[in-house]
């Protein structure tokens, strides 16, 4: 059985090569998108929109850090932008209707990435690796 630093060492390869592999896929659904840039037009639809400074926070970014990428989503049409209701000094961001049909493209494209590499998987395997992904990201 391999020590403890020797696994450490594997998951942190794998770790990056799944990172790697995510950076490319998200090149591919769109050239002028990062991966960053697509996680936080994804967090936008997830949340029901949000501020910038909600997606500073999220993703552990300085503010003008958020603004660039923003700004970005909103020159290619992602975005829309909205008064705060809570703050009419604030703005709220959301996916455009063009935002939305790209998240969703992008979804199908992660499935059936996901279906092809995991087809060899049995349902308990699957389980596990769920509930392994799960625990890691809320002990972060």
């Known amino acids: 059985m391999p020590g403890r630093d020797v696994t450490l060492g594997t ?6 090569a799944f990172a790697r592999r995510a950076r490319h896929k998200a090149a591919q659904i769109h050239p002028d998108l990062s991966l960053v840039t697509y996680s936080m037009l994804d967090h936008m639809q997830a949340s029901g929109g949000c501020r910038g400074i909600d997606l500073a926070e999220h993703f552990l970014l300085d503010k003008s850090t958020v ?9 290619l049409g992602l975005i829309v932008r909205a008064a705060d209701p809570a703050d009419r000094r604030g703005q709220i961001l959301r996916p455009s209707a063009a935002g939305l049909r790209l ?3 992008a979804h199908r494209q992660r499935r059936e990435t996901f279906e092809e590499r995991l ?17 890691y990201n809320a002990e972060g």
């Open 11 to 16: 998951i942190q390869r794998e770790l990056t």
């Open 67 to 75: 603004s660039r990428q923003t700004a970005v989503l909103e020159r």
């Open 103 to 105: 998240l969703e493209e």
């Open 119 to 135: 087809a060899d998987w049995g349902d308990e395997d699957l389980e596990r690796f769920a509930g392994y992904l799960r625990r």
